[in-house]
């Protein structure tokens, strides 16, 4: 690892090496001197069609959209247990059955994305939005007809489909909005939002279940999709933007993006829309026509080089994605959030089936509220994991005479890696030996600032390292997720009837320490490891697109 890099030493051409602060040459000067300003990557252009040019209230709306939408999907995803209890009395449904369903949801989810993953590039980002919500609607109105237990698991496929869209494409919406500089804050956004509906949205469906019947949890969830399905289609504008066309013969080389303090801020003028200080038409795309309204919303946007329907290029594509697990960054992202996800099967399971008996008596309500302490720690998490890392990524730039290297965020995972293990034994030995609230409520917040931090954290790495490959790299971590939780929730029962609560979630926290451990060789290894696959990251990149 490159603790620090000489001042004077040639940036490499490296993806996710990049100058975040300009170097400033002065005769007479006997320091270096670096700009204030960060470098802005992508490179932007004057383009009236560049999201990166969009004015913040258009920006702020595509934004919270894609934010609902995440948040929408991760609570009707995870909302099904509220109404564990009643399916078993009312339809003798078992909660083996609802395990089972449990695991088919990530099945949905992990492979409908990778599925799906050719569709944003061929014919654009809102497409696959509009039909992951058909699928939500289609499988809250069949849990809402829920009569066998062929419906309760089946159902939740489509359900996990529609998940999918806000573990891969969401994170390539925001990106197209935003700069590489702002992307640890922004995730940190996206993360909260997947944390609202993960576990606020368990809370919404008790209340439902107790106040209303658990029948309408699918009704309410599906008249929710609707108006967001309508919302989408008026106002959800297509972020897919050719930028290498824009960009193309234009000084900057998009391989070596960096730019001299007076390039970087007639960029940051373009890109904020604003005409002082030497805001001119040297950056590209200032004759490009702006498109109306009814195009911008358009159902489809087909790629440039689309043949046809598309239809041998989207299975070449798909093809082409399995290339992504060649990366080391996307296996440790996997790996990461898919420990998440899959320690909350634990924990949420410990919820439904301990915490209704003695010592505690929970109703539903009183179990759902237990997720509160759980989204306060997550919410921590998401500040820290986000906002602080960006924060921090250019302090260590600044550091490193102006370079920014995409490793640098990892070293915030490192108390993660003490603070998520401690939480889960805390939570699993108070649950156990019948401890009172305070004590496992703390092992849940110290549970959801893992959730929080270790997710951003690993995504915003991947994207760092890889930034052309999001939508790709987030689809490897979709599988890889869910492939974990789908396996730890199909053994979370047997594995706690075996060993017992407390020795379970002793041993989970040791998993959750070691998976936190491989942080110390990507921050030894990572520069390293971006070095051995910049070859196949540049051919992945020819195969996809031509470049």
């Known amino acids: 690892m490159d603790h620090h890099t000489n001042h004077d030493e040639e940036l490499e051409d490296l993806a996710g090496t990049h100058r975040m602060f300009a170097r400033i040459e002065s005769p007479g000067q006997t320091s ?36 609902f939408m995440t948040a929408l999907t991760a609570a009707i995803s995870n909302d099904a247990g509220s109404a564990g209890e009643a399916l078993d009395e009312d339809l003798g449904i078992s909660y083996d059955v609802q395990n089972i369903a449990a695991g088919v949801l990530f099945i949905g989810i992990g492979y409908w994305a990778l599925l799906a993953s050719p569709m944003p590039w061929l014919y654009g980002r809102k497409i696959q939005y509009l039909i992951c919500l058909l699928a939500a609607i289609g499988g809250s109105i069949w849990f809402a007809r829920i009569q066998t237990s062929n419906d309760t698991i089946w159902n939740q496929l489509f359900i996990g489909a529609s998940e999918s869209c806000a573990e891969t494409v969401a994170q390539l919406s925001l990106s197209d909005l935003f ?22 949205g368990p809370l919404i469906a008790g209340y439902i279940s107790s106040n209303v ?56 003028n373009a890109a904020q829309g604003s005409p002082e200080n030497g805001y001119t038409d040297e950056l590209p795309g200032a004759t490009d026509p702006k498109k109306p ?25 798909l093809f082409n994605t399995l290339r992504v697990f060649y990366f080391p960054a996307v296996l440790y992202s996997g790996l990461q959030w898919g420990a998440q996800d899959a320690w909350l099967s634990f924990y949420l399971t410990v919820q ?39 924060y921090f990524m250019q302090w260590m730039a600044k550091r490193r005479g102006g370079i920014s290297e995409a490793e640098d965020r990892l070293w915030l995972m490192l108390p993660s890696g003490l603070i ?49 490959m999001v939508l790709e790299g987030m689809v490897g971590v979709a599988v890889i997720n869910n492939t974990l939780a789908c396996i730890f929730t199909f053994v979370c029962s047997f594995w706690i009837d075996a060993s017992g609560l407390s020795n379970t979630f002793i041993a989970i926290g040791v998993l959750s320490l070691f998976f936190h451990a491989l942080t110390i060789p990507m ?8 070095r051995w696959t910049a070859k196949k990251y540049r051919n992945y990149l020819h195969l996809r697109d031509g470049r």
């Open 32 to 67: 270096t001197i670096y700009s204030e300003n960060v470098t802005l990557v992508p490179q932007p252009t004057k383009s009236p069609n560049d999201p990166l040019n969009w004015g913040s209230a258009r920006k702020y709306w595509h934004a919270t959209l894609i934010l």
């Open 179 to 200: 700069f590489q500089h702002q992307r640890g804050s922004v995730l940190g956004v996206y993360i909260l939002a997947t944390s609202i509906g993960t576990f606020l």
């Open 213 to 268: 019947g658990w029948r309408w949890i699918g009704w309410t969830s599906t008249i929710i999709c609707g108006i967001t399905l309508l919302v989408f289609i008026f106002t959800l504008e297509e972020t897919a933007f050719e930028r290498d066309n824009i960009l193309s013969g234009h000084l900057i080389s998009p391989a070596n993006p960096t730019l001299s303090e007076e390039g970087e801020k007639q960029a940051f």
């Open 293 to 317: 309204y009814w195009k911008s919303i358009a159902l489809v946007t087909p790629a440039p080089n689309l043949v046809g329907f598309g239809f041998k290029q989207y299975f070449v594509r």
């Open 352 to 390: 439904q089936d301990n915490w209704y008996d003695a010592p505690w008596y929970y109703s539903d309500q009183a179990v759902s509220i237990m997720n509160v302490p759980t989204l306060i720690g997550a919410i921590i998490g998401c500040v820290y994991g986000g906002w602080f890392s960006d």
């Open 420 to 468: 998520n293990p401690a939480g889960l034994m805390l939570f699993g030995i108070g649950s156990g030996k019948g401890f009172s609230w305070p004590a496992p409520y703390v092992g849940l917040a110290m549970i959801g600032f893992g959730w929080g931090c270790a997710g951003d954290l690993g995504m915003a790495y991947l994207m760092d390292a890889y930034p052309d």
């Open 523 to 530: 921050l030894w290894y990572g520069k390293s490891a971006r």
